[in-house]
Each structure stands twice: as C-alpha cells, then as structure tokens.
C-alpha cells in the first residue's frame, strides 16, 4: 500500500480523504473492510481530528459507513451508484468524443494517444494490471483536456470513483481488460477520421462494460 507523504502547508483532511478514497477504489480497502481510527491515525501520524473530517467527506460520497461507538466499514458497492457513475460517464465522454471527432484532435494529440494505448498494451503483456488502468485514465484525460474546459475533466473524475471501484475490485477480467485497450484504440480511429456517431456509440459500449466484471461478483 502507497503511504501518505502530508504536506503540512496544506489542508490535512483533504490529502487523508483522496487517500483514504484512492485505497478504496483500487480494493487496497475491500468492500466491507472496517477501518481501525486508532490504528490510521498512528499510520498517517495525524491527530485524530483532520482523520474524522476526512471520514466524514468519505461518508457523504457513499464509500464509507459510520455507526457511532461501534464501526467505520467501507461499504459494500451499490449498483445503483455505479450505474448513475456509468450513464454521466457515458452521456459527458460521449460529447467530448463526438465534439473531438467533428472539430479535430491534431496529429499531436493523436501520437500521445496512441503512445498510451501501446504503453496499456505492454503493460497488459507483463500482467501489470494497475499500469493499465492508470494509463486508461491518462488516455480518457487527454482526449478531454482538448476540449478545453477547465472543470470537465474534474467532474467527469469525480463522477466515475464507484464506477472505477466496481471495477477494480471485480476479479481480473484479462479478456474484458484486452477488449478495453482494443477500444481505445478504435475510438482514436474513430474521432481521427471524423466518425461522430460511431465514436459516441462506442464510448457508451466502453463505459458499461463495467457490468461484465460485475456479474463475477456474489451480491453479497
């Protein structure tokens, strides 16, 4: 597990709560994990005050349980959440690529597209399933960030946490994982050679495909 390295001149709850929630949504915190105040407190060495704010921000996104005097558990993944993550996912990236591919990403654009998608490929060869996913982020954040919307790629982050959740604590899907990289790669062709529609239609097929993984999970 990555340690939290605090930066004192900055908030303290704010770099424990995208700590806290980053463990959470790579699995490191499983669903249904309790979380030992006393003991993440020592860890982080912080007070126990910036460590119950930090909570509290984790309680009212949904990734976490507080029962007074009794437990802090994270909680167990809400399809609902997920699908409510999917359908803003799919419906904002679906008009970021539809707007890329009648306006135009550049050459420029288009090599570091692909340079992330042959990273994501050799990652995938050597099993290193964590590089591939954080390649799939930088490849999603840079076709946004061409639009030039300062807060987008913000929204569409925090609006795709228990969707990226789901996913990482489903068990390994080497098949789907394939399929995404592959997809990723006919979208770039897709909005390069100008096909809107197409490009949408495939974006939303990418987002939900989430619902694979999920199946292997018992609703328990």
């Keep these: 597990m990555s340690r939290l390295l605090l930066d004192r001149e900055k908030p303290v709850k ?68 997920v699908e409510e993550n999917a359908f803003i996912r799919a419906a904002l990236e679906g008009a970021v690529v539809e707007q890329l591919a009648l306006g135009g990403i550049g050459k420029g654009v288009e090599k570091t597209c692909q340079k992330l998608i042959d990273s994501q490929l050799g990652a995938f060869g050597k099993q290193d399933y964590a590089s591939v996913f954080r390649l799939d982020l930088e490849f999603h954040h840079t076709l946004v960030d061409q639009l030039a919307l300062d807060s987008l790629w913000d929204n569409l982050y925090v609006n795709r946490a228990h969707l990226d959740r789901a996913r990482q604590c489903s068990p390994v899907n080497v098949a789907g994982i394939r399929r995404s990289i592959e997809q ?22 990418h987002v939900w495909s989430v619902f694979d993984d999920l199946k292997q999970i018992a609703p328990e």
């Design 14 to 81: 704010m770099q424990i709560y995208h700590w806290l929630k980053q463990r959470i949504i790579y699995g490191e915190f499983a669903p249904g994990m309790i979380l030992e105040k006393n003991e993440l407190a020592r860890e982080l060495n912080v007070s126990p005050t910036p460590l119950r704010e930090a909570l509290i921000l984790l309680k009212h996104d949904d990734f976490i349980d507080m029962v007074p005097n009794l437990h802090t558990r994270v909680k167990l993944i809400e399809i609902k959440r």
């Design 184 to 205: 990723h790669q006919q979208l770039l062709q897709l909005v390069a050679s100008g096909q809107a529609q197409p490009a949408r239609e495939l974006i939303k097929s």
